[in-house]
């Protein structure tokens, strides 16, 4: 069985600021790891993700997340957020079964204060 | 390229009552998956269907819901009779291939209510 944690369910934060959204997993097997984010009004879109390799990962707007396997975490960082940032994050994990195995968190609001 | 869409986008109908949700795929997609997110708590699996064949319903709550996909197109989940804790936000993803590697792609989901 796999789990996924997101303590924050809220994070304000000012913008040009950094913030950190967290995410803890557990899993008896090798995982893949990702995280989506949801716009408002919109669905979820694939945000970054972990398959094998580097452990740290980007993505195209400046967010990254690094698998520490050790302490079974895969948290969000962005080092300056802007406005356009504000949506909610989800941390989610699969095994070897496929997106139907995947496992989502119970998603982080990140509102980023003018 | 038209991404997933799913109608209606709202719906609120009372305890008891039937509810069809549609999903339109993104145009060849055989992959086909469902998903729940009840009061805003963890975005759960719900089945996957691979062309018009329910590939695992394992996360299906209970005979209440029903799933289909004729003809491995749109694919349609029904409620009946709905109960107040079907409420929530149903979303629907397609992707091209099964694989890890084979990226989903959402709707933008619809929000069921259910009083």
């Known amino acids: 069985a796999q789990s996924v944690t997101q303590l924050d369910s809220q994070v304000p934060v000012f913008e040009e600021a950094p913030v950190e959204l967290r995410c803890n997993y557990s899993s008896s097997v090798s995982v893949y790891l990702f995280w989506y984010v949801q716009y408002p009004n919109q669905g979820l879109q694939l945000l970054l993700k972990y398959l094998s390799g580097s452990t740290l990962v980007e993505s195209i707007n400046g967010f990254e997340a690094e698998f520490n396997k050790s302490q079974t975490s895969f948290h969000l960082r962005k080092p300056s957020v802007h406005i356009s940032d504000t949506a909610e994050y989800f941390c989610?994990?699969?095994?070897?079964?496929?997106?139907?195995?995947?496992?989502f968190g119970t998603g982080t609001k990140l509102q980023v204060i003018p | 390229e038209a991404g997933v869409t799913q109608f209606p986008s709202h719906s609120v109908i009372e305890k008891g009552q039937t509810v069809t949700l549609r999903c339109d795929p993104i145009?060849?997609?055989?992959?086909l998956y469902w998903y729940r997110r009840v009061m805003g708590k963890e975005i759960k699996f719900l089945l996957h269907?691979?062309?018009?064949?329910?590939?695992?319903e394992s996360g299906m709550p209970n005979n209440r819901f029903l799933a289909e996909r004729t003809g491995g197109t749109y694919s349609t989940l029904k409620v009946q009779p709905a109960e107040l804790e079907d409420s929530g936000v149903y979303f629907c993803a397609s992707s091209q291939g099964r694989g890890i590697n084979s990226p989903l792609h959402f709707g933008n989901g619809t929000r069921l209510t259910v009083t």
């Open positions: 269907f691979v062309k018009e064949s329910k590939q695992d």
């Open positions: 145009s060849g997609h055989d992959n």
């Open positions: 989610a994990v699969s095994g070897s079964g496929g997106y139907q195995k995947v496992t």
